[in-house]
Structures are given as structure tokens and as C-alpha cells.
């Protein structure tokens, strides 16, 4: 199985173009699954059948895994499986009929518009590295792009003076999307007054750099979202993902066009983003319930 997993995973890289994040994922569930395998007696690919899957994942449910957890690791095998079937390496697919586990959909946990305006006060606009993190934070919110494609940025996608970023999305889609005044503003001052001070005698493209010069990753800025978060004391949970989920709720609850949202997004599908008209609607909810006189 060894080779037929490198080999799945040369095929999602190479073909797909998956990022180097989703192809972890992807080779993380699929070792998992042939250590499972290999503790049952090692079986060939071609001799895998539908109810070891079942034993998998039912194996997973019994660890405590979350059913989106499972959910996704079934995702990688059957993708895997495909391939196999693909490839001639295997005549049948074990994974059909599988079933996958039901989610339970949540809504997303956004901030409200007060607590979007302490976060962004929080960082120190006087020091490089200040006004560096409010660049970045300023530019999430105002495009609702992902963490990933934050710290992907280069020096030549972001065009201040029309006032548009360009972004490549999941499967190397390109998107352009428009950038408001104030970020604006912030990555104008990033890049004339601090971005010089983080080069350190190297040629760098990445738009944002960390105190070695080189391109910030996502835990780097994970920890400067953290560190902002308790400063401004918001006490509810916050992921970089957060400000992606308020840049659409708000966008929403001020009557912008779900389509134009999707595509600011690099939603493949609506349904994706109509996700965000459900907390708009228990919005909507809470104003009546604190507002009317008879609610």
C-alpha cells in the first residue's frame, strides 16, 4: 500500500494541484487506515472489502473521533479507492455503499462588528511589527480570504492602487476580489514603513514576513491572532477562520448579493456560502427577541 499511497498523493499534487496542507490530510487519514489494516494482517489492496471499512470507521467512532472527522477520512479512502479502480490496480471499489456518517451542521462562530473594531485597536500601530499585524488583520477582514492564502500572498498580487488583491484559491483558482479603504490604507503604511524593516539582506517576495525575513506561516500568525484576541478580552472562541466567517455574515446582514459573496468567498458551490444566511436569520431573531415590545 506504501506505494500506491505516494503515488495517490503525486496524483492529487500533480493533477489537482491540492495544497500542500489538503495533501497532508489527504496521506495523514490514508496512513491511519493501512495501520489499521496492518494490525488485522496486512491485507492486499485488491483483498479490502466493504465491511473492513465499516470495522474502520466504526473503529474511529469508538476512539471518540468526531463524525466530521470520520466523515473526512472516509472522503480520503474512497478518493483512494477511485484511483485504484483508475489505475487497474483493483477491479472493484470496497467503498461503495459505505455510508457516510451524518453531520451535524453548525453554524459558524462569527464576531460581532464591536468586536471586529477592538481587535483591529488592539495591534501597536507604532512599531513595525504592529502595523504589520494590522495590515494582516485589516485585509482579512475586509476580503474574508483564508489563512492560507494570507500568508501566501505575494508582493506583485496586491495592487493598492486599484484597490483589488489577487488570490489563489483552492485547486490554483484564481479570484479577484476588492480591498476596502482602511485596509488599504494599512497595507500602503505596511509596505512603505515596516516590510523594510523585516528583510534581512535576501531577496523575499511574500508580502508577509516574520523577524527572520522569510514568508509568515500560518502558526505564526495563529499565535498573533491569539495574543490580539485576549488583548481586546473577546472572551468566545477565535480562529483565523473566524474573521473569513464575519467578513461574509456582515457583508450578508447588509444586503450583499449571496453570489457576489460566493464568489469573493472561491466557493465552488453556493450551498457553501448560503451557510451565512442562516446566522444572518438568527440575527434577524435576536434583534426581534430584544426589540419588540410583545416578543
Sequence with gaps: MDEWIRRFIEYLAIERSLSANTLDSYERDLRSFQQYIKRRGDLPLEAVQRHHLSAYLGHLHEMGRANSTISRNLAAIRSFFHFLVRENVIVQDPTV???????????????????????LRAPDQTTPSGMRDYAMLE???????????????????????????????KGGKERIIPVGEYALHALHTYMEVARPSFIKNRAVNALFLNHHGTQMSRQGFWKILKKYAQEAQI?????????????????????????????????????????YTHVTRGRLKEIYMSAHPRS
Design 97 to 119: 455503499h459505505v455510508e457516510t456518517p451524518r453531520i451535524e451542521k453548525r453554524l459558524p462562530r462569527v464576531l460581532t462588528p464591536e468586536d471586529v473594531e477592538r481587535l
Design 235 to 275: 472572551v468566545k472562541e477565535i480562529t483565523p477562520h473566524t474573521l473569513r466567517h464575519s467578513f461574509a455574515t456582515h457583508l450578508l446582514e447588509r444586503g450583499a448579493d449571496l453570489r457576489a459573496v460566493q464568489e469573493m468567498l472561491g466557493h465552488a458551490d453556493i450551498s457553501t456560502t448560503q451557510i
Design 139 to 169: 485585509l482579512l477582514y475586509a476580503t474574508g480570504i483564508r489563512v492560507s492564502e494570507l500568508v501566501s500572498l505575494q508582493c506583485e498580487d496586491l495592487h493598492l492602487s486599484g484597490g483589488f488583491l489577487r488570490c489563489m484559491g
